[in-house]
């Protein structure tokens, strides 16, 4: 009974002292998360450089995917795919949306579905480059949905993954950094005038903390959707027998659809253990892949491995629009400062190139056959 009350008087003790100091440490702690979550969504906008990355990743998969359909253009959208009954009646999410049926009105008219996708390259390419990128990106994001929501048999899950990071790219301020309108908006900074003269020069219209909000909470946004599409894709591959025994990527490399180079398919589903790597190693990949951003030494060998995952995929499946499209989201996971350290390097590398001094000379004496000597000049 002694030894229970010694025991006892030490635990009573701690636990009068939890309830007097315990909360007021707790809500200590929950007020520093609070003022941690404020001050990184309000006080200034991240991964400016990743979003901007992005933004061009982004166009450039639209204007590949508009480039290499566009000799096909009438057969994919157009007249030449009525058999497929798509110009019957409209279909997709986005059926019965007038703005979003532009495409599906014209689309039995050849010359106005050239004149589409020319529209579509211009503001792809302008979105490229950050031209008056506020302004581009919501007019073709609404065209854009109405081309690639068309076709019966002419999408994949590339376009939707697009569709949506478009989508939540027009809350943030993706041409801040490597983009015309970036230039525009250093000269034009303290400039006043009119709300559409702001939106035209590319200035800051509402205030500093709305917009950071937004943006960030975008950013989130498209973290949280690449964390999904990642992790339930690895989920429901994890649930297959052919992904439990290591076989899960042969198939599909030697069908028509997703083996566009069957020597290289065939080459590499010989070995067995890269069919095994492949296989298992994606789903493990893809399930590790939010916690591995946690930290700077496991995100960098995961990025590096996602990144060549696509590059895989976009390879050996004929997928390059849709791994585009991931790779450009993945994007904004790298810091702004890893982009600029890239961005100085590639910098001081042309300087170099364009500094390098000329190539030596040298005036050396040769003896020629008849004895006598003439001067030459010889490069170093």
Partial sequence: MAGKSNIAAPLARIWSAFWKEGPAHLAQAFKGVIATIDCWLLDSKHAMYGIAVARMVFAAAALGLLLTNFSTRHYTYGSGAAWSGQLEEANGSFAGKPVFELFFSIARNDAAVTVYFLMLIVLASALLVGYRARLVLPVFLVLWIGLIETPYFGGDQGD???????????????????????????????????????????????????????????????????????????????????????????????????????????????????????????????????????????????????????????????????????????????????????????????????????????????????RETERITVGV
């Fill in 160 to 370: 939707n993954a697009l569709r949506i990071a478009l989508f939540l790219m027009l809350f943030t301020d993706h041409s801040a950094r490597w983009s015309f309108d970036a230039r525009r908006r250093g000269r034009n900074a303290n400039s006043a005038g009119t709300i559409p003269s702001k939106l035209w020069r590319g200035t800051r219209i509402l205030p500093a903390a709305l917009t950071n909000l937004w943006h960030n909470l975008a950013l989130v946004a498209l973290a949280c959707q690449v964390f999904m599409i990642y992790v339930s894709g690895a989920l429901f591959k994890a649930g297959g027998e052919p992904w439990q025994n290591g076989t899960a990527i042969y198939g599909p490399l030697h069908t028509m659809r997703f083996g566009p180079w069957p020597e290289l398919s065939e080459l590499i589903t010989t070995v067995g253990w890269v069919v095994a790597l492949g296989s298992i190693g994606s789903v493990m990949l893809q399930v590790c892949f939010p916690g591995a951003l946690l930290f700077r030494w496991t995100r960098i060998p995961v990025l590096f491995a996602m990144i060549s995952f696509h590059a895989g995929i976009a390879i050996l499946m004929g997928l390059p629009w849709f791994s585009l499209a991931m790779v450009g989201i993945d994007a904004i996971f790298i810091r702004d400062v890893t982009w600029e350290r890239m961005a100085n390097w590639v910098k001081r590398s042309a300087h170099a190139v364009e500094e390098a001094p000329p190539m030596p000379v040298l005036d050396e004496l040769v003896d020629t056959g008849d």
